[in-house]
């Protein structure tokens, strides 16, 4: 069994997010991070949010993967760099531009100066090609950068709630795949 750590994106999600519901299917494999700084996010908090939910989350087994979601990329990668932890993969959904002019400069301006380095982990990055806060191009830079696999879906804007998914049953096809590819090759 695999055990999920959910990175959700500033303010968190709702209930009808895919993450909160996928959160829900997986009850105690899944841990949710808990920054203090949901609506003003800071990055060194959220990393440490991060970090808690890992610990709690390779407690209940070896095989970890992150599944993240816009801000949520960012501290997982910021993470992945910092700790290099062994067993993980990642599954970024929906990662925005920090130089994009939809980026919330004021609300998370410790995130405004990060660039995509290579994760130390297998990793698969999804994107729509509409997404207010990502440009297809910009998004395929950041796979390259990442060294992560891309996927690009069309005409779900940000991949979130009002993307109007439901629990996406594709978003969980994708993540099953990434699974297998690394933990039984």
């Known amino acids: 069994m695999v055990a999920y750590v959910i990175i959700l994106g500033i303010d968190g999600s709702d209930g009808r997010h895919w993450q909160s519901l996928w959160e829900e299917r997986w009850g105690p494999s899944a841990v949710r991070i808990a920054p203090a700084s949901w609506n003003r996010p800071d990055l060194t908090d959220w990393v440490a949010a991060v970090q808690t939910a890992y610990e709690i989350a390779s407690r209940r087994d070896d095989q970890v993967v992150l599944v993240a979601h816009s801000l949520g990329c960012w501290a997982a990668a910021q ?10 993969a990642a599954f970024l959904v929906a990662p925005p531009d920090p130089r994009g002019p939809g980026f919330p400069r004021e609300a998370a301006s410790t995130f405004l100066d990060l660039t995509a380095r290579p994760l130390p982990c297998p990793g698969l990055m999804v994107a729509s090609d509409d997404d207010p806060y990502c440009d297809p191009a ?25 993307s109007g998914l439901g629990d996406w049953p594709a978003g969980l096809e994708l993540l099953q795949h990434l699974s297998e590819a690394t933990y039984h090759p």
């Open 79 to 88: 993470w992945l760099d910092r700790v290099r932890p062994a067993g993980v």
């Open 138 to 162: 910009t998004s395929a830079s950041f796979a390259y950068q990442w060294q992560t696999q891309e996927h690009l879906v069309g005409g779900h804007g940000h991949i979130n709630s009002d």
